[in-house]
């Protein structure tokens, strides 16, 4: 009768301890590498540095439009956001200010009624929440961000415009 012999059992000890498994630098180097192919891939898939760019500009403009309507609402008070699109700085309530990255370009369209100049743009937020409205596109090469502000309610939404929607 022919007996079963296990296949490790037959080799020798030193080709059993060379397939018992990986080290631990191996292990690290296949992680490393998996991370920075994914990190590769995300960047491919969300428009790489100047995507982060855009996207945190205008998430970061849209929240400082927000803080203005707040402000307004809870002082009694309106309050105005002010954007120099020439030098690409924004002024808005309480002394809050900042400036946008050189490699973004911005849009404005609002009531003109509003503007101290033509290149820059403001927006007026009332005690009752309403505003002076607009729109607002941060631009960076081919992609755009685009912020708008309602007129009745004062709503600021925003997020990436997809298409042709210039």
Do not use: C
């Amino acid at each position: 009768m022919l007996r079963r012999v296990p296949v490790r059992a037959a080799m020798p000890r030193h080709r059993q301890a060379a397939m018992a498994g990986v080290s631990l630098l191996e292990m690290m180097l296949v992680l490393a590498l998996v991370a920075a192919i994914a990190l590769l891939a995300a960047m491919a898939m969300n428009g790489g540095l100047e995507g982060m760019r855009l996207r945190s500009a205008g998430k970061s403009l849209a929240a400082e439009l927000r803080f203005a309507r707040t402000r307004a609402i809870a002082t009694g008070v309106p309050q105005q956001f002010e954007l120099d699109m020439r030098t690409r700085r924004w002024q808005g309530p309480e002394g809050r200010h900042g400036e946008l990255p050189a490699a973004l370009s911005l849009r404005y369209t609002g009531a003109q009624q509003v503007q101290s100049r033509s290149d820059v743009g403001v927006v007026r937020f009332f005690e009752d929440g309403a505003s002076t409205g607009g729109r607002i596109d941060v631009i960076a090469k081919a992609a755009v961000w685009r912020i708008d502000i309602g007129w009745i309610t004062g709503e600021v939404r925003s997020g990436p415009l997809h298409g042709d929607g210039a």
